[in-house]
Each structure stands twice: as structure tokens, then as C-alpha cells.
DNA sequence: GCCAACGTTGGC
DNA sequence: GCCAACGTTGGC
């Protein structure tokens, strides 16, 4: 299996990067997701050593950095839990609906380049992210704009 | 704070 | 199986 790319949303006041590479060991699951096509990415696509941009949505929205996926798909144990926002009763232990990854820090840009920047890139013209009423949490990127965003953004 | 776009739910 | 209503996301 190749290595793939991926771009992985979160709003900084719920987790950040900085959360992620405060974590002891730099490493967290990516539980919440509850869309299915997020679902089906992380479950059935996402593989050891696969890239992942780090992005921040909300009021300043910009890819901050990178990771890597650490760990396969596995049961998101949150949704079984009543007291969690993302609690889903549909899903239990036998039958689990909802998946996650582990990711694991890798690096923070020097520059988190603003999504405004990423729209004006011609190489980066045709990202999921730029689509209009994009509402995707979890997507896959090329490699060309992988790349491209990570020379963009200059390792710290 | 607004609102467009989208996914999900539920009545029929 | 259709589709209106609703809740949520997320940029602006």
C-alpha cells in the first residue's frame, strides 16, 4: 500500500496541534467523527505512515502542520459513551459504527498558510478543501499538494 | 452573527 | 423511495 495523504479538520478550541504535541507521547486518537464518508476513510483507507495536514477551521482557518497515522482504523469508543457529545446509541461494542485513527506529531509550519493563500496556489486548485460547501472532516490529498503545502508552510 | 450548503431524519 | 424539515458545519 502506498503512502497516502490526507488534510484533517479541527477547530483549535476543541483540539489543536499544539494539544497533539503537547500529548506525552505526541500521539491521539482521532475520535468525534461522525460522518460516514470521514468514517470510511479512516476505517478503510488510512494506513500506517499515511501524511496528514493539520488544519484548523473556525475563525482562522489554516493548515498549522503535519502528522502521521500511527494506527489502522479502530472502533471510536466514544460514541458508546451516553455523557459524550458525540454519543451515538445506534453504535455499540458488537456492531460499532463510528471509527478512528491514531495520529502522531510530526511537525509545525513556520508560517500556518490561510486558506485565503491556499485558493490563490494553481497547484493546489483542485483540493477537496476548496470546494464550495465542502463539509468534509476527514479527506484524502495528492501527493502535489501535500508537498506542495508543506514547502509552502517551512518546517519550524 | 449570518447564512449557504450539506447530511440526516421521518412522515407519507 | 421521495422530499420537506431540521440541525450542523464552517467561511465570511
Redesign the pocket.
Known amino acids: 500500500m502506498p503512502t497516502r495523504y490526507w488534510l484533517m ?1 479541527s ?1 483549535p478550541g476543541e483540539y489543536s496541534l499544539d494539544d497533539l504535541k503537547n500529548e506525552p507521547d505526541q500521539t491521539e486518537h482521532w475520535d468525534g467523527v ?4 470521514a468514517r470510511n476513510f479512516m476505517r478503510d483507507d488510512m494506513q500506517v505512515g499515511d501524511g496528514v495536514l493539520f ?1 484548523h ?3 482562522k ?1 489554516e493548515v498549522v502542520g503535519t502528522a502521521r497515522v500511527v494506527r489502522t482504523g479502530y472502533p471510536d469508543h466514544t460514541a458508546q459513551d451516553p455523557k459524550n457529545n458525540h454519543f451515538d446509541p ?1 453504535s455499540t461494542p458488537e456492531n460499532p459504527i463510528w471509527f478512528m485513527v491514531d495520529i502522531k506529531f510530526e511537525s509545525e509550519f513556520k508560517a500556518p498558510i490561510p ?2 493563500t491556499l ?1 490563490d496556489v494553481a497547484a493546489l486548485k483542485d483540493m477537496i ?1 476548496l ?7 476527514v479527506m484524502p490529498v495528492t501527493k502535489k499538494e501535500f508537498d506542495t503545502i508543506v514547502k509552502l508552510g517551512g518546517k519550524k
Request: proline share 4%.
Open positions: 479538520k477547530e461522525r460522518n460516514y464518508q488544519y477551521s473556525g475563525k482557518p445506534k486558506l485565503k485558493r478543501l470546494r464550495r460547501g465542502n463539509r468534509l472532516s
